[in-house]
């Protein structure tokens, strides 16, 4: 291989680690700060880089930020999208799958702790950059297909899946939101080692009655 080709992959393979490296730091910093306490200079330093690298790459704060979110639900959209497929190569009854989603879902919002701080800081702020990502609602959009086919829903009026959907986003994350606080006044811990199985089978009961009500209902007309 020509060395200038080789030097010129060296570049691209190091650029993107940077971007990646400038990404992660910049989603630690934001849900932690917030934007406005969170400098350009504050997420290289993080990132183990220059000061002027995160600038170089995403040009403003605002646009890094905006890619932060981007990467955000481009991660949903892929958790959809396996956890959908993976469904129905399974074979396995709506309850049984709907089990599985509120699993899945719960063990992914565990995983991101930064994403649910992202998303409670912007609905607080009076920025509005979700309601200029595209891929925001269709990642939402997504979520209600994906559970419409996956639970034989196609009949259902889609604003009650919706609905479902918006529920399902509720209750798995505020337990990250006011678990210490909230929780704890009611007498949970959030912490303790079962809490989380235990909330999984307390939402997926839930869910599983709304299925069966649904179900029920469909067969009633």
């Keep these: 291989m020509p060395k200038t080709v080789a030097a010129t992959r060296d570049r691209e393979r190091n650029a993107a680690r940077s971007r990646e490296v400038i990404l992660d730091a910049a989603e630690r910093l934001f849900a932690e700060y917030g934007y406005e306490e969170t400098s350009l200079s504050e997420v290289g330093r993080a990132a183990g880089l220059s000061r002027a690298t995160p600038g170089y790459f995403f040009g403003s704060k605002a646009e890094l930020h905006r890619a932060v979110l981007e990467r955000c639900f481009q991660e949903v959209r892929q958790a959809v999208r396996v956890g959908r497929e993976r469904a129905l190569a399974s074979g396995e009854a709506p309850e049984v799958i709907l089990a599985g989603a509120v699993s899945d879902y719960f ?58 959907v918006f529920s399902l986003i509720a209750l798995t994350w505020f337990p990250h939101i006011q678990g210490s606080t909230l929780g704890q006044a009611i007498g949970l811990e959030p912490a303790a080692p079962d809490f989380l199985a235990r909330r999984k089978k307390h939402v997926t009961d839930l869910f599983l009655g709304w299925l069966a009500a649904r179900r029920s209902g469909a067969g009633s007309r």
């Design 107 to 164: 063990d992914f919002v565990a995983a991101r702790p930064h994403f649910v701080k992202l998303i409670q800081r912007e609905a607080l702020s009076e920025r509005r950059t979700l309601d200029g990502l595209p891929l925001s609602l269709a990642t939402g959009q997504e979520m209600i297909s994906a559970l419409t086919q996956e639970l034989g829903l196609e009949d259902e009026d889609p604003a009650e899946v919706a609905q479902m």
